[in-house]
């Protein structure tokens, strides 16, 4: 198991270190630690990889997308688990067919309902896109949470007074907490993660994101300036890195939730 894991974790290290060497130490000692710590790389990356600007996009994408994924998603999956609908169960099916059908298959026909909305190419598109894509595993995972509460919390409310949106927002949101930070990170590591929707749905370099970004920033340095590349890789990392570390937590609370789920 440790060597596993080692196996999982020694690529990240091997880029750290990668990004503190100059070129004639990687070549020359490709694996190990460097001997000489270039810190000119990291500037040197951001002056020659426009960093920032695609920085604000990536973050604006995920952070948007990721709102709008767990308001709507926490919605319906509330209205599934807790009120009394004929289509309930229809909709439910409609929904898991959500999460078999990837991005990729579905590329072309949204593409030219993009264009035909004249939302192709703009943050709009970006985020309805993202949006779309992530309700369906944020409503199945919090329908289970859901179904799991008693509706006593509700009512108690409503005797108190609350209408249904205070109940909502009130209570309920408050209880399912674990899963909603798990379905943060997972769908922000998606959206910013991605980078097929991202090069085929956007053609204007100030609208595209990191992942995107750092491949046209390979592409224009070429495969010699392996430190400067590291440098990028670390750069492009550090923000999910963060994400994860800071609700990791409460993932972990959410995962121990999940276990004990009706």
């Known amino acids: 198991l440790g060597f596993l ?4 974790v020694y690529p990240l290290i091997w880029v750290g270190m990668m990004s503190f060497k100059s070129i004639d130490d990687i ?13 000119e790389n990291y500037p040197n990356a951001l002056k020659s990889f426009d960093f920032l600007k695609y920085l604000g996009n990536s973050l604006f994408y995920s952070l948007v997308s990721v709102c709008l994924i767990l308001l709507f998603g926490s919605m319906l999956a509330y209205f599934l688990a807790r009120m009394e609908c004929r289509f309930s169960k229809l909709i439910m099916n409609y ?9 990729s298959v579905t ?7 993009m264009d035909r909305m004249h939302i192709r190419n703009t943050r709009l598109g970006m985020v309805f896109v993202y949006s779309s894509f992530g309700i369906a595993g944020t409503v199945i995972m919090l329908y289970a949470f859901l179904r799991s509460l008693p509706k006593e919390l509700e009512e108690a409310a409503m005797i108190d007074g609350c209408s ?14 674990p899963a909603l930070f798990t379905r943060f990170v997972i769908e922000f590591m998606g959206v910013w993660n991605d980078y097929y929707a991202a090069y085929i749905l ?22 010699s300036q392996w430190g400067l590349i590291g440098a990028a890789m670390v750069l492009t990392s550090l923000p999910v890195l963060i994400i994860y570390f800071v609700f990791s937590e409460q993932i972990e609370n959410a995962l121990t939730a999940g276990a004990v789920l009706k």
Do not use: D, H
């Open 107 to 113: 590329i072309i026909p949204l593409y030219m309902m």
């Open 164 to 177: 249904i949106y205070r109940a909502f927002f009130s209570i309920i949101i408050p209880c399912i907490k």
């Open 202 to 223: 956007t053609s204007s370099n100030k609208l595209r994101t990191l992942q995107v970004g750092i491949r046209a920033f390979f592409v224009n340095i070429g495969t």
């Open 5 to 8: 894991g080692l196996s999982f």
């Open 95 to 103: 929904v898991v067919i959500g999460i078999v059908i990837p991005i």
């Open 27 to 39: 070549y020359a000692n490709p694996f190990g630690f460097p001997k000489e710590i270039v810190w």
